[in-house]
Nanobody
């Protein structure tokens, strides 16, 4: 019913930049909290950034604050993650997520997931 499709991943050198995109369908995009998560091999999935339905408020994980920017275009049903000054520690599979309910108060509100896009940062 709900589909989330990520794109924009790739391989980049440390200090480089990438912009990830997530195309959403099957629900009213503008009424959902949206987020980005990532998972590196052998590690737990972690929240990266989330944004409220109206785009007025965003939250970031400590390791990415001041480097990543989450945004959304409700008219296009698209979520973005701009990643600047990438570090090797950012290497992971990045997943787009949509909230299951109405809240956007924690990393635990998400119930819909995309298939992921790989980001690799190495020299």
């Amino acid at each position: 019913q709900v589909q989330l499709v990520e794109s924009g991943g790739g391989s980049v050198q440390p200090g480089g930049s990438l912009r990830l995109s997530c195309a959403a369908s099957g629900y009213t995009f503008s009424n959902r909290c949206m987020g980005w998560f990532r998972q590196a091999p052998g590690k737990e999935r972690e929240g990266v950034a989330r944004i409220t339905f109206n785009g007025y408020s965003a939250a970031y994980a400590g390791p990415v604050k001041d480097r990543f920017t989450i945004s959304r275009d409700n008219a296009l049903n698209t979520l973005y993650l701009r990643m600047n000054n990438l570090k090797p520690e950012d290497t992971a599979m990045y997943y787009c997520a949509a909230a299951l309910g109405l809240g956007c108060y924690s990393w635990d509100v998400f119930g819909y997931w995309g298939q992921g896009t790989q980001v690799t940062v190495s020299s």
